[in-house]
T-cell receptor, first 114, second 112 residues
Framework: EAGVTQSPTHLIKTRGQQATLRCSPI?????VYWYQQALGLGLQFLLW???????NRGNFPPRFSGRQFPNYSSELNVNALELEDSALYLCASSLAAGRGEKLFFGSGTQLSVL | QKEVEQNSGPLSVPEGAIASLNCTYS??????FFWYRQYSGKSPELIMFIYSNGDKEDGRFTAQLNKASQYVSLLIRDSQPSDSATYLCAASLSYNTDKLIFGTGTRLQVFP
């Protein structure tokens, strides 16, 4: 069974540009989560999508946005990139956002903003 | 102010010893707690979750929760070099996994 897949593995952008990160959940999983892991910081919750809807978002500015497609894959968009957006972006999926549901993480997209 | 705090380590223990990893959280409304293991360059994987005060055991791992002290710990018995990784503690205000607050992790080194 394929795990959570993310693309691209690495992404290099310059300040002010837009970045698009993609995630495919494990087959059968309907919930997709996005986390940011910056150097020296813990994983910071960004967004949660379930059944195509945004269910919750973390304390990030509106230039961080995303969507979930009918096949449950997801896209994270970061507009007007800033240097501090450089981080590892992890996507996770679960069967549903239920009690004790296990999150399965992808390998991440390393975003570098120059 | 960090909501979930962990000592960054490294915590060094000899093979076969018990490794004790600790975590405190600031929000008394936190309901569920998770331990993830992250090998260098890899993605986090769930080891255990706990909701109720007391101990929860799974193989060599025991999670302990004390809500009065706002303290969570993970004990690893018979530590192996393959346990060397960063251990992330996470808390959620709900019983669901929709928004986990992670600590910065404790790096564990198990030496032969």
């Amino acid at each position: 069974e394929a795990g959570v897949t993310q693309s691209p593995t690495h992404l290099i952008k310059t300040r002010g540009q837009q970045a698009t990160l993609r995630c495919s959940p494990i087959s059968g999983h309907t919930s997709v989560y996005w986390y940011q892991q910056a150097l020296g910081l813990g994983l910071q919750f960004l967004l949660w999508y379930d059944e195509g809807e945004e269910r919750n978002r973390g304390n990030f500015p509106p230039r961080f946005s995303g969507r979930q497609f009918p096949n449950y894959s997801s896209e994270l968009n970061v507009n007007a990139l800033e240097l501090e957006d450089s981080a590892l972006y992890l996507c996770a999926s679960s069967l549903a956002a239920g009690r004790g549901e296990k999150l399965f993480f992808g390998s991440g997209t390393q975003l570098s903003v120059l | 102010q960090k909501e979930v705090e962990q000592n960054s380590g490294p915590l060094s223990v000899p093979e076969g010893a018990i490794a004790s990893l600790n975590c405190t959280y600031s929000d008394r409304g936190s309901q569920s707690f998770f331990w993830y293991r992250q090998y260098s360059g890899k993605s986090p994987e769930l080891i255990m979750f706990i909701y109720s005060n007391g101990d929860k055991e799974d193989g060599r791992f025991t999670a302990q929760l004390n809500k009065a002290s706002q303290y969570v710990s993970l004990l690893i018995r018979d530590s192996q070099p393959s346990d060397s990784a960063t251990y992330l503690c996470a808390a959620s205000l709900s019983y669901n996994t929709d928004k986990l607050i992670f600590g910065t992790g404790t790096r564990l080194q198990v030496f032969p």
